[in-house]
């Protein structure tokens, strides 16, 4: 069964039904940017770097698609870049070179500068963007569409969208080379949109969670390996929608100093399918519970072990670890969503719905 948005009339915010148009989004982006991918793959396999660029949740896509080129495709020079950190320190790029550019709308200001940098020095160029974006497309080799815009100032549909894309163009790449793993990728993506649909189904112990997670203090996030990038989204969807305190990291910098931190009122939350860091996980989950920390957990389907070092445990369906980011991000976005209305926010307007920050923005343009 098809999970559906509730009513527009009792969800007033265009975040809820981004978060639900995602199965089907996704199964556009399988079904007809097939042939930009492909095109896409071509210009990259040669190339002496790939060069993955972004800022915000963008930023975050790179980080996975960083993952996904050199895991699944690869490409072990593949490498993702903070938009503005490539304007300012701009890496030796030539004709050699490959960048992809991931902008939703396609107006961040670094963003545009890196592409423009990348034609100018003779690299290969592409941007992976939405569906009726105000993107240069003209500086671009190659274009992937996403979705429609989204309307909520909180980035969902677009993000797994692209990460989407960029699992595509991995896939591709790595089953063109005989790389291990890509052809089970391949045939895998033709279920993500049913996989998400599932972890959409988790909405009814999702608000449970938010219930209980609005009254504590601060939020952390852990992850490792591409999950890293799924904890950063968390906590960033969560400050721009709710504006609680929270922080997302990678799972063993999260011991490294935020633990310390931890106390009754703080709710770690663990983003923990298996991969090489479900060990020292649950060594971290023992400790957190031990120092009176609140602590939840999204997991594959029957790891009861990990369940059971929780209070609260998300159960997703088997998917490869690849392909984790946009699964198991499903109810982490849900969770921001409900988190918002538990905090009477508006999700969408990126709080320019108060009047000193919407003053403040004449001081910055993104």
Known sequence: MTSQAEPRSSHPYYM???IFGQPSAIGRILDEEREPIGALARAVESANRVLV?????????????????????GLEDARAWNSFEFDAYPPAIGPGDAVIVLSHRGTKRYSLRALEAARAAGATTAIVTGIGSEARVDLADVVVRTSTQDL???FTVSHTGAMTA???????LGANVGRPG???????????????DTALQLEPQVRDWAREGVNAERHYFAGWGPNASTAYEAALKIKESSYLKTEGFQIEQYLHGPYVATHPGVMATFIAPPGPGRGRAIEIMAAVNMVGGHTAALVEEGDEEVSGMVEISLSLPAVSEALTPIVYLIPLQLFTYWLALESKRNPDVFRLDDPAHNAARQNYEL
Not at 53 to 73: N, Y
Not at 182 to 196: D, F, S
Request: charged share 15%; no cysteine; hydrophobic share 45%.
């Open 16 to 18: 809820y039904e981004s």
């Open 182 to 196: 890509a052809e089970q990728i391949r045939q895998e993506l033709k279920r993500l949109p049913g996989l998400v």
């Open 53 to 73: 660029v972004g800022i915000g949740t963008s930023w975050h896509a790179a980080l996975v698609g960083e993952h996904l080129l050199s895991t699944v495709g």
């Open 166 to 172: 960029l699992a595509m163009l991995a896939s591709e």
């Open 152 to 154: 909520s100032s909180a």
